[in-house]
C-alpha cells in the first residue's frame, strides 16, 4: 500500500527536543486531523513530512523512498502553510502578486491544476493581481487553500488552512476538501485548533503530545470508545477501577473523570452515575490539559 511513513523522528532545536522518536504512517485514500497543544511539534512534523525541514535523527519515505533531496517523491507531497509575508520589499514574498504566487506553485507540482486554481481564485473572488502584502489574515489562507487543492498532489499536508477565516468559508473549505478527497482519492493531512468543526471530516486524528504521538485512531472509534463519568467520588473510583483514565476534577464529594474504554471493558450499570459521551474537543482538553483538578473548598477561592 502507497504510504508516507516516518521513523524515528526527532528534532532539536537549541538542545531541545521538539519531536521525540516519532513513528507515524500515513495511508493513501484517507482524511487525517493532526491535533495538539501549541509548541506540541505538529508544524515540525508536517514541515519533516514534506522535506522542508532536515530531522535531526529519523527518516521519511514515500512508498519506501527517501523523500529528502527526492524531487520525484516531492511532487507527490504538497506542505500548505501560512504565506510568510513580511512587507512588499523586493526580497520578500509579499512584493508577489497571488497571480505570480501561484504560477511560481505550479512549477514544483506534476499534476498541478491549473483549471482548478482558476476556478477557486474566482469563487474566493481573489484578485490575481493583488500582492499578497497587502491581503488579510482570511484571504492569505485562502491563496494556501488554491495552493493544497489545485497541487493535485498525493499527500496533502494543511497547516491551520482556516486561520482568519469566517464560519461560512471555513464550511466552504471543508465542503471542497470533502469534494476533492471523494473525486481523488488523494490524502489529506489537516492541522487545526477548532476541532468542533472539522471532527466530522477527520477519518483518523493524530494527536500529538510534547513531542510524541499519543494516539493514531479513527475518529469514530476513539470517540465511541470516550466517555465522562460523573458523580459521587467513592461510586466514581469504584466504576472506573482499572480503566483508563484522564482529567479527574473533584469538588467537594463529587468527581469526574475521563475513561477511554478498551475492548470488552465497560462502565457498571448505577443510576447515581453519569456517563456521558465525549466530542473531540472534550477528549482532546482531557488528553492534553492537567491530569487532575481539585475545586477549593467551599467559600474559599483558589
Known amino acids: 500500500m502507497d504510504a508516507l511513513v ?26 487525517y486531523g493532526l491535533i495538539g497543544r501549541n509548541g506540541a511539534g505538529k508544524t515540525t ?4 513530512l514534506s522535506a522542508q525541514n532536515p530531522a535531526t535523527a529519523g527518516s521519511v519515505t514515500l512508498d519506501g523512498q527517501r523523500v529528502w533531496e527526492n524531487q520525484r517523491a516531492l511532487g507527490d507531497i504538497c506542505f500548505a502553510r501560512e504565506i510568510p509575508v513580511a512587507g512588499e520589499g523586493s526580497t520578500s514574498l509579499g512584493a508577489l502578486k497571488v497571480g505570480e504566487y501561484l504560477k511560481t506553485a505550479a512549477l514544483y507540482y506534476p499534476r498541478w491544476d491549473g483549471e482548478m486554481a482558476r476556478r477557486l481564485i474566482r469563487d474566493f473572488e481573489l484578485d490575481p493581481r493583488r500582492k499578497l502584502g497587502r491581503l488579510s489574515k482570511g484571504m ?5 487553500i488554491v495552493v493544497a487543492l489545485a497541487s493535485k498532489a498525493r499527500f ?25 478527497y471523494g473525486e481523488s482519492g488523494r490524502s489529506f493531512v489537516v492541522s487545526t485548533h477548532i476541532l468542533e468543526e472539522a471532527s466530522a ?22 470517540l465511541e470508545r470516550a466517555c465522562r463519568v460523573s458523580g459521587l467520588e467513592e461510586k466514581v473510583n469504584r466504576a472506573v477501577e482499572g480503566l483508563e483514565t484522564h482529567h479527574g476534577e473533584s469538588a ?15 462502565i457498571p450499570q448505577d443510576p447515581e452515575l453519569s456517563v456521558q459521551p465525549m466530542t473531540l474537543q472534550n477528549l482532546f482538553v482531557a488528553l492534553c490539559g492537567r491530569e487532575e483538578q481539585t475545586a477549593p473548598p467551599e467559600g474559599r477561592k483558589g
Open 6 to 31: 516516518c521513523k524515528g523522528i526527532t528534532k532539536v532545536y537549541g538542545g531541545r527536543e521538539v519531536l521525540k522518536d516519532v513513528d507515524l504512517t500515513l495511508e493513501e485514500g484517507k482524511i
Open 45 to 48: 512534523l508536517l514541515s519533516i
Open 140 to 144: 492569505l489562507s485562502m491563496v494556501t
Open 156 to 180: 496533502t499536508l494543511l497547516d491551520e488552512p482556516v486561520a482568519g477565516l469566517d464560519v461560512v468559508m471555513r464550511e466552504e473549505f471543508y465542503r471542497l476538501l470533502l469534494e476533492e
Open 201 to 222: 471530516v477527520f477519518e483518523e486524528v493524530i494527536l500529538l503530545k510534547e513531542g510524541r504521538v499519543l494516539l493514531k485512531e479513527n475518529t469514530a472509534d476513539l
Open 252 to 266: 467537594g464529594r463529587r468527581r469526574s473523570v475521563t475513561v477511554l474504554l478498551r475492548p470488552g471493558e465497560r
